[in-house]
Antibody, heavy 118, light 108 residues
Framework: QVQLVQSGAEVRKPGASVNVSCKTS????????MHWVRQAPGQGLEWMGL????????SYAQRFQGRITMTSDTSTSTVYMEVSGLKSEDTAVYYC???????????WGQGTLVTVSS | DIQMTQSPSSLSASVGDKVTITCRAS??????LSWYQQKPGKAPKLLIY???TLQSGVPSRFSGSGSGTDFTLTISSLQPEDVATYYC??????????FGQGTQLEIK
């Protein structure tokens, strides 16, 4: 069965970086793009960006340009997202989601809570 | 960026009621619209894709309609397990795939 398993919760100080992983299984990794979505406490969903499974193509929401980097490792069927220059406003649950294009996000990771606090 | 505006932002209805949530795009997105249900502490769940196609395994009381700029999610007979927040999401405009702000649904 398809699974997206994310890395565990993280606590960082302002200005630091964090790397969140999303390990996939149960499907052909190179057949689907992966997107990242975050949700601040009590807030809605915010689209952050996407990566093709080979890692060649990435596209980031304008507000995150220069602060996030998405990478992919086809040998382990895992995608990663690094967020740098963390601020308290980056405290959120970060989700990876498998993208089926016109057909939406059919599988999601369980979410990774990143807390930014001094 | 395309803005997605949902209404209402919150809604209270009785079990068995018909519930409608609307989503308006700031410009045409054809049928590149999905609906998600999110329960507290859980990842979102896909309900509807391509504006009106029910995702496998989703109860038939959920339906979607619309194209262009105006879309609706309808629950034909509200059940207690439908208490959740619902989001629309457009995937027409790369690279900015925006979500609506969400509609919180409660039981009266």
């Amino acid at each position: 069965q398809v699974q997206l398993v994310q890395s565990g919760a993280e606590v960082r100080k302002p200005g630091a970086s964090v790397n969140v992983s999303c390990k996939t299984s149960g499907y052909i990794f190179t057949n689907y793009y992966m997107h990242w979505v975050r949700q601040a406490p009590g807030q809605g969903l915010e689209w952050m960006g996407l990566i093709d499974p080979t890692g060649v193509t990435t596209s980031y929401a304008q507000r995150f340009q220069g602060r996030i980097t998405m990478t992919s490792d086809t040998s382990t069927s895992t995608v990663y997202m690094e967020v740098s220059g963390l601020k308290s406003e980056d405290t959120a649950v970060y989700y990876c989601a498998r993208f089926r294009g016109y057909f939406g996000y059919d599988y999601w990771g369980q979410g990774t809570l990143v807390t930014v606090s001094s | 960026d395309i803005q997605m505006t949902q209404s209402p932002s919150s809604l209270s209805a009785s079990v068995g009621d018909k519930v409608t949530i609307t989503c308006r795009a700031s410009q045409s997105i054809s049928s590149y619209l999905s609906w998600y249900q999110q329960k507290p502490g859980k990842a979102p769940k896909l309900l509807i894709y391509a504006a009106s196609t029910l995702q496998s395994g989703v109860p038939s009381r959920f339906s979607g309609s619309g194209s262009g700029t105006d879309f609706t999610l309808t629950i034909s007979s509200l059940q207690p397990e439908d208490v959740a927040t619902y989001y629309c999401h457009q995937t027409y405009s790369t690279p900015s795939f925006t979500f609506g702000q969400g509609t919180q649904l409660e039981i009266k």
